[in-house]
């Protein structure tokens, strides 16, 4: 048989590709060393700052080496990967995975490994701690926290004629300086707006907090209609009432990425909004001549009580089930933990820190200039953060598209509530009969 | 052996590769699909049989209608559009005019823009306020909607990005078209059709199957449009007006660990696409005429 030249040539190349694509995708071993594989899901700056805390883990000791690969859709490919049984050792998840994988059996109870570690609630801010404690149980550890604030823009103040140095302290106030901020064309269109409840967005199921609100009872019961929910659905439509919810959105969908310039905060377009703690930083980067400043988000001239509300996230590290090198992974959760570990991850995120102890070097290195008071919202009684159910996305959706139906006024907030609790309630039902019958088969 | 189990034998083989990859990557997906349709199963733990609970679930899930209903809407706008505006294109495309190489490459190339970059370039070009398509509205005098904001407009943008992709479509009536023999005109000609009666009586019946294809082929992929507005409306905004079936099948299957749920979903989107198709097919089965037959 004659084989001809090309083939051969073509073979080789095939070969060749294989085994050089080979090279180039498996992890490179590491002679003396126990790899972990953690998956994180983090990209850009954010990324970096992690990475650099793995690189600091990997030369501060020679017996694990942490293989860091960042991943998009990290919670759902864990997910998956846990189920096939090649999970990473260590997975970088958010906030509202906790009850749902914990819920699945998806990630392993950690209370062992930190009383053996030394890691105690006590040395955490409670609202950040209580996210990772889950009925009980430790499922989580955090990595980089953040709480919210109201930003303003101080120019826009001026402009309408308002004090920079004093930002609404009651929902009315800020609706009423809203009201003087706000310009509109020539056309009528809206130019400028003082503040409107659907910019970012990130925070639409929330609203009833503000209001002293919520949206789960802890047990088998979801409150999404409460008067006080209804009466921040009804503050959400004075919104539309007042500028029209179609100028409203018009005006809205001119707005870019949030991280780009023409974020509605930093084009000058919206003079306040809800934001976190790194919002300081896209400012710096995307538009460092705004003339800002942060504050305690607003609360409703009756409830002095509801002062100094923020919503606080956070991000976490669990080991899911299945991991082949759990004790390893959790090696490196522990330097996380450390408040060199922390402050370094956290200062690299521009966020703050979740522990309860923080450096001055943290506070002075900084660059949002109202650390502090992100870290004392985070500290108070009103820190709140999204229900530990697991349910809760879909509730989180539910919430979401009512937001939207109130905004847009097609449904008033006691229908577009009344029906989230209609459909949330027999599912949590259900979902909450189901765990308690596989528990019960355990 | 038999030459004949031999050859048998050798065909089998010959064929295994595929016969294997089959195997696995379908024929156990889909029948493992049947079987978790009629379980609860969150993929972590064991499915757990329940019978037609799921199906029977469905039935009364309000969204369930909202997102087929959606889906229905979306493919009743974007179906008769692209058939319309394909076969258009396609007829002009056909005439003798200098440069139509480079008018059919351009007509095509648009189909080759991956989906998500597709999605995020029409999120610009329909924005309500600094859109290009209402900024050439407004320039003739128009008021134009916000497309992406108003739930009234928003499935119709969608329905006007689907047209975005019509080239492939377009490629197959172009080919239907060349098919069509020269001598049919030659006789119409002669017995004094316009150009309208030639295309109405000649071109349009010789192309009826590539028209029935293009047709069923649309069904099935309005059917199942997902990744545009997953990219444009999140959460199928606005008030999941851009909520559609296969995203809340997705939803249902990796957001919210209901893929037992989100199998039976797939079936009966399956049975919907299968029976349109019968009845498209049953529908134009009069209409459709075969040159060679």
């Known amino acids: 048989m004659r084989i001809p030249g090309a083939s051969v040539l073509l073979l080789a190349v095939v070969a060749a590709s294989i085994g050089l694509s080979e090279h180039v995708v498996r992890p490179k071993e590491r002679p003396g060393r126990i790899v972990v594989s953690y998956w994180e899901k983090w990209t850009g700056f954010e990324g970096e700052a992690m990475r650099e805390v793995v690189d600091e883990f990997n030369r501060s000791q020679d017996r694990i080496w942490v293989d860091y690969l960042s991943i998009s859709a990290v919670n759902t490919k864990t997910l998956m990967a846990a189920a096939a049984g090649i999970p990473p050792d260590l997975a970088g998840i958010w906030d509202t995975d906790v009850a749902p994988f914990a819920d699945a059996n998806a990630v392993l ?25 889950y009925r009980g149980q430790i499922f989580a550890l955090p990595t980089t926290p953040a709480s919210t604030a109201l930003h303003w823009n101080r120019r826009l103040f001026r402009e309408a004629g308002l004090d920079p140095d004093v930002p609404p302290k009651t929902l009315e106030e800020l609706f009423a300086m809203g009201e003087k901020i706000t310009q509109r064309g020539s056309d009528g269109k809206l130019k400028v707006a003082g503040f409107f409840p659907a910019e970012p967005g990130w925070w639409n199921w929330g609203w009833g907090y503000v209001f002293g609100g919520k949206l789960w009872d802890g047990g088998g019961n979801v409150t999404a209609n409460l008067p006080e929910n209804i009466r921040a659905f009804e503050w959400v439509r004075s919104f539309s009432e007042k500028y029209g919810s179609s100028d409203l959105h018009t005006f809205r969908s001119g707005f870019g990425n949030f991280s780009s310039p023409q974020n509605a905060f930093m084009s000058e377009k919206v003079a306040m909004v809800l934001q976190g703690v790194w919002m300081a930083n896209f400012i710096e980067r995307n538009n460092p001549k705004l003339d800002w400043s942060a504050a305690p988000f607003p609360h409703p001239a009756d409830r002095p009580d509801l002062a100094n509300l923020t919503f606080a996230g956070l991000d976490v590290l669990v080991i899911p089930r299945g991991a082949k090198r759990p004790r390893e992974a959790f090696e490196f ?64 959706s539910e919430m979401t598209n009512a937001f939207d139906e109130v905004y847009l006024m097609k449904k008033t907030p006691k229908e577009a509530l009344g029906h989230v609790q209609a459909r949330m309630q027999p599912k949590l039902e259900r979902y909450q009969q189901a765990l308690r019958q596989r528990e019960a088969a355990r | 052996m038999t030459v004949r189990r031999k050859e048998t034998l050798a065909g089998l083989l010959f064929a295994a590769p595929w016969i294997l990859g089959f195997s696995v990557f379908l024929a156990y997906p889909l029948a493992a699909s049947v079987y978790y349709s009629f379980t609860d199963y969150s993929v972590l733990r064991e499915p757990v049989f329940i019978g037609a609970q799921n199906y029977s679930d469905l039935m009364r899930d309000e969204l369930f209608w909202k997102t087929l209903e959606n889906t229905l809407v979306f493919a009743l706008l974007a179906l008769p559009a692209s058939l319309v505006v394909s076969v258009g294109i396609a007829l002009l495309l056909n005439s003798r005019v200098k440069g139509m190489a480079f008018y059919r490459t351009a007509v095509y190339i648009p189909s080759l823009v991956p989906m998500i970059a597709l999605a995020m370039i029409w999120l ?88 029935q294809f293009n047709l069923i082929m649309g069904i099935i992929a309005a059917l199942q449009i997902f990744a545009v507005p997953y990219v444009m409306f999140p959460n199928g905004s606005p008030a999941r007006s851009t909520y559609f079936y296969t995203m809340y099948l997705f939803d249902n299957a990796f957001r919210y660990q209901k893929m037992g749920y989100a199998c039976a979903m797939g079936w009966i989107l399956f049975l919907l696409i299968f029976a349109l198709t019968m009845i498209a097919l049953r529908a134009t089965e009069k209409r459709v005429h075969y040159g060679g037959v």
């Open chain 2, 124 to 211: 610009w070009m329909f924005n309500g306020e600094r859109g290009l398509v209402n900024e050439l509205l407004g320039g003739v005098g128009i008021k134009a909607p916000n497309w992406i904001g108003d739930p009234s407009w928003s499935k119709p943008a969608l329905a006007l990005i689907a047209l975005w992709g019509i080239g492939n479509a377009v490629v197959i009536y172009l080919a239907g078209l060349q098919d069509v023999p020269q001598s049919l005109y030659e006789s119409a000609e002669l017995d004094g059709a316009t150009p309208w009666k030639k295309t109405r009586f000649v071109t349009l019946p010789m192309i009826s199957p590539v028209i």
């Open chain 1, 333 to 396: 959760v522990r330097f996380v933990q450390s408040q060199k570990g922390m402050e370094l991850l956290c200062l690299g995120q521009k966020k703050h820190t979740p522990l309860m102890k923080v450096s001055d070097e943290f506070l002075r290195k900084h660059p949002n200039p109202h650390i502090r008071l992100f870290i004392d919202l985070a500290k108070g009684k009103n820190a709140v953060s999204a229900p530990q159910v697991g349910i809760w996305t879909e509730f989180n």
């Open chain 1, 109 to 133: 109870v950690l209370d062992e490994l930190c009383s053996e570690a030394g890691i105690r609630q006590e040395d955490y801010i409670p609202v950040y701690w209580d996210i990772c404690e």
